[in-house]
C-alpha cells in the first residue's frame, strides 16, 4: 500500500501566500515523478508543477514566476509555494506520487484526497 497526504491548504487573501505540503509513504521502492494538480469546480483537473527524481521541474503558464515547487527525494516529499496568489488559483490541489514498489517494476501513480486552496479577492 502507498499513501499519499497533502496539507497546508487554507484561505487567503488575493496577493498571500500559501505552502502544501505532500509525502508519500508506504511499500515504495522508489519514487520518479512527483507533482501538483489542481481541480476548480467544473474544470478538468490540471498540472500546476512537477518534478522528477533527477531534480527536473515543469509548470503551468499560469503559475509561473509566482508558484515554485521542491522535492526532498530522501523523504518523499514534495512541497508547493505559491506566492501572489489569484482568486482564479482557488481550487483543490492534489498530490501525485508516481512509485514503482519493487526493482524494475511499473510505476504506478498514486493520488492524495486533495486540500482546499481558496484565495478571496
Known amino acids: 500500500q502507498v499513501q499519499v497526504v497533502e496539507s497546508g491548504g487554507g484561505l487567503v487573501q488575493a496577493g498571500g501566500s500559501l505552502r502544501l505540503s505532500c509525502k508519500a509513504s508506504?511499500?515504495?521502492?522508489?519514487?520518479?515523478?512527483m507533482g501538483w494538480y489542481r481541480q476548480a469546480p467544473g474544470q478538468q483537473r490540471e498540472l500546476v508543477a512537477g518534478t522528477t527524481s533527477l531534480g527536473s521541474t515543469n509548470y503551468a503558464d499560469s503559475v509561473k514566476g509566482r508558484f515554485t515547487i521542491s522535492r526532498e527525494n530522501a523523504k518523499n516529499t514534495v512541497d508547493l509555494q505559491m506566492n501572489s496568489l489569484k482568486p482564479e488559483d482557488t481550487a483543490v490541489y492534489y498530490c501525485?506520487?508516481?512509485?514503482?514498489?519493487?526493482?524494475?517494476?511499473?510505476?504506478?501513480?498514486?493520488w492524495g484526497q486533495g486540500t482546499q486552496v481558496t484565495v478571496s479577492s
Open positions: 501525485n506520487a508516481d512509485v514503482s514498489r519493487k526493482l524494475g517494476g511499473p510505476a504506478f501513480r498514486y
Open positions: 508506504g511499500s515504495i521502492f522508489s519514487i520518479n515523478a
